[in-house]
């Protein structure tokens, strides 16, 4: 229990991490507000009209009160406040590239540990519900407790809990301004039905039921506060399975924030205009007639609110969507700026991946976009074209989770016959088990994305110094591919960034849909060489050690010359600049591509004879 503990806490130790997290919290405040404005304003509307104000008006007075329980708690505990504090601010000394940056990231982490010190009241399900956020970490029964060593081992537990008590903090405090303004709001409803007051009598027993409210008012409430923050108990299909899951600590370990994602999905699909449908819980509503029916017609109107900029930015080609699963066409967008789902802001590119759920309505929009583009218009009618790729773009953007991701990639990697996902799996995996803190501090001395070829590489990559000796990620041009941070303090924003840029190389293949491959990671074969479940066979080249899949990798992409003392990239330049590329037919299956990919093949070969050598 102790090393779930510990590496759950460390799974959330990231800043990015956690700002992320009040990113979600955050936007579901207004999207609460905004959604029972709108059904105040429906025809023979039951919400009334000053309930978004009384919803609003009570968070802010959660808010103030939030901030007074936690001061108070910390000044009853002082010493881990100042304890976490320092050990944050020295943590975040260490990351950025200038002083600037580096007092920035220490007054984050030193905030992050005082927040993680506040104690705030308990809204039933919280986002660390389960067996692998119980404290496990700390001095033994038995043991003194004003001894040197049960003192010890109590702080040390309290030092890894941080991550987790400051998500915990955040969530417990959005939870009661979640609550304390449904209170209010549904105070207000109960009371309108009252005839006969005088505005005085009225706001008197207005004042008496929200100090006062009703048990069913505090249950709804509740509710709603659960809602607000993804922490309502799942139903009946998913509920068993996530008790079965937290019930052992190797699911727990793979599977460890199942009940916040799957409530995510469905907060998702009750926004997205016209897939509601597919959620029981928005039918219930819609019959069960009254408020309900209008905060769920209404929760539709804010979903098309904010798709309708979503769309229209994606259209202009504003937005991006995701990157192609094509390896070396990725790579080369990569190169040129682009992440997957990001804007053009000026001369940068801003990822807005995970900032759920107001971001999930930007990817899934340029998602469409981009499967619309290549659609095949004499396959489908563009009805169907449309109708398809919406569905699959809200599937994508409910499915990406990382839990999903982790028992897609397990069952994938159980099915591959030839072994290579189920090293990717444990790669990804073993990953994770290095401290997000460790990787922020590597990533701010090394910003060189790297080629991971092994576990051994997966765990280096992530350790400051050690990130040097794993080989940078190349494009097929052999260019190097960077990491730039993020928008605001690196160690915590939620928005990663890149520097826009124009490679008319990379833009002519792309334009003609030319698919140039990476070199494989082996010579003489056409299969890798796999160490993982599988026996040699005669498929199986030569593996070549980290040195020489770079050289090779930088060889073929354009350091191999030719007489004239051009590479392939140099070659593709000058023929693009050159007017028998405007005479050449493009596509994929045009003369401009079958240059280009013969270019690619002559200096591969060149490549392996030189590194033979």
């Known amino acids: 229990n102790g090393l ?44 009334e009209a000053g309930e978004a104000a009384e919803l609003t008006w009570g968070a802010v007075e959660a808010l103030r009160d939030g901030v007074r329980l936690g001061i108070a708690s910390i000044e009853a505990r ?40 506040a104690r705030l009241p308990e809204f039933g399900m919280s986002k660390l519900e389960g ?22 081992l109590d702080l040390l537990g309290d030092l890894i809990r941080t991550p987790g008590d400051a998500l915990r903090t955040t969530d417990n405090l959005f939870k009661l301004m979640a609550y304390r303004g449904e209170v209010r709001a549904l105070s207000l409803r109960e009371m309108r039905k009252v005839q006969g007051l005088t505005a005085e009598q009225f706001d008197t027993q207005l004042a008496d039921r929200m100090n006062n409210p009703g048990k069913e008012i505090v249950e709804s409430a509740r509710l709603f506060a659960q809602r607000q923050t993804f922490t309502q108990q799942l139903g009946k299909v998913a509920g068993p399975i996530a008790d079965a899951i937290d019930s052992n600590i190797v699911t727990k370990a793979f599977v460890p924030f199942m009940r916040v994602t ?68 990725k790579r080369l967008d990569q190169s040129e700026g682009k992440l997957a789902y990001s804007a053009r802001v000026g001369n940068s590119v801003v990822s807005f991946d995970n900032l759920a759920p107001v971001g999930m309505f930007f990817a899934g929009a340029a998602d469409i976009v981009q499967m619309m583009q290549h659609a095949d218009e004499n396959q489908l009618p563009w009805v169907l074209d449309f109708a398809g790729a919406y569905l699959l773009a809200i599937s994508k953007q409910v499915t990406q989770q990382s839990y999903i991701q982790s028992i897609g990639n397990l069952t994938q990697a159980m099915l591959d016959e030839e072994g290579g996902k189920v090293e990717k799996f444990f790669q990804a995996e073993v990953r994770s088990l290095v401290p997000s803190i460790a990787a922020s501090w590597s990533r701010s001395d090394d910003q060189v994305l790297k080629e991971i070829s092994s576990l051994r590489d997966a765990v280096y990559a992530r350790l400051p110094y050690y990130s040097r000796t794993v080989p940078a990620r190349r494009t097929p041009f052999a260019d190097i591919l960077y990491t730039y941070g993020g928008l605001g303090p690196d160690a915590v924003s939620p928005f990663s960034t890149h520097p826009a840029k124009d490679d ?41 050690s980290n040195e020489q899949i770079d050289r090779y990798h930088a060889l073929s992409g354009n350091e191999a010359k030719d007489r004239s003392g051009k590479g392939v990239k140099d070659r593709v330049l000058e023929y693009v600049q050159s007017p028998a590329y405007q005479r050449d037919s493009p596509g994929p299956n045009g003369g401009r591509a079958a240059k280009i990919l013969a270019w690619a093949r002559e200096y591969r070969e060149q490549a392996e004879i030189q590194l033979i050598k």
């Open 4 to 47: 779930i503990e510990a590496y759950l806490n460390n799974l959330l130790s990231s800043g990015v991490t956690f700002a992320r997290n009040l990113f979600g919290d955050v936007t579901m405040m207004p999207i609460g507000i905004g959604t029972r404005a709108i059904a105040a304003r429906l025809p023979k509307a039951t919400v």
């Open 504 to 544: 008319l190389a990379v833009r002519a293949v792309r334009e003609n849909d030319i698919k140039l491959t990476m070199p494989p990671k082996q010579l003489f074969g056409t299969q890798e060489p796999s160490a993982w479940f599988t026996a040699p066979n005669l498929k199986q080249g030569v593996p070549l």
């Open 131 to 152: 067996a692998g956020f119980r404290r496990a970490i700390g001095a033994p029964a038995g043991m003194d407790p004003a001894s040197f060593w049960a003192r010890g």
């Open 78 to 117: 002082p010493g881990l406040a100042v304890t976490r504090a320092g050990i944050g601010a020295a943590i975040g000394a260490t990351q950025g590239d200038t002083w600037d940056e580096r007092l920035g990231n220490a007054a984050t982490y030193a905030g992050i540990g005082v927040l993680a010190s």
């Open 262 to 329: 799957v409530n995510l999905g469905k907060e998702f699909i009750s926004l997205a205009p016209g897939v509601a449908q597919l959620n029981t819980a928005h039918l219930r509503a819609i019959n069960a007639g009254g408020a309900e029916r209008d905060l769920a017609i209404a929760k539709q109107a804010v979903g098309a609110i904010l798709a309708i900029p979503a769309v229209y930015l994606a259209m202009k080609g504003y937005t991006t969507g995701d990157l192609p699963r094509h390896e070396g066409t």
